[in-house]
């Protein structure tokens, strides 16, 4: 509207300029700034890169999703009553590497599964 106006005080100014006239210079000027705005946007969507990405199917991701449901991802090792009757025999240590072993697994496996405490 104040582009409108300002069109009005030009035509009071020149007395040639029709209302008509003023109309299609502003409607020309509207259609050019959007089409100006158009050409930019879709520049910016052409620079924009996106990535290709593949669909998986819902039955392969199940069949996946199973699979590793039936595989453990890690294998335990334990202090069983076999370590236990073992360890229990007595042992005779002659080398020094068998001394420098670490103590903190030592005592886990040595300590695992007594009772003596609870009595």
């Known amino acids: 509207m104040a582009a409108l106006d300002e069109m009005k005080s030009t035509k009071s100014r ?6 008509d006239a003023m109309l299609e210079a502003l409607i020309k000027r ?4 959007e089409k100006v705005v158009k050409e930019e946007e879709e520049m910016l969507i052409k620079s924009i890169k996106f990535g290709k990405r593949a669909r998986v199917d819902e039955d392969m991701r199940s069949d996946e999703e199973k699979e590793k449901k039936k595989k453990p991802m890690t294998k335990r090792r334990d202090c069983s ?4 009757q073992i360890s229990s025999l007595p042992r005779i240590t002659t080398s020094k590497k068998t001394a420098k ?3 903190g697994l030592k005592s886990l496996c040595h300590n695992y599964g007594t009772d003596d405490e609870e009595t």
């Open 81 to 84: 009553k076999s370590n236990i």
């Open 14 to 19: 020149r007395a040639s300029v029709s209302v």
């Open 30 to 33: 509207h259609r050019q700034e």
């Open 101 to 103: 072993l670490p103590m």
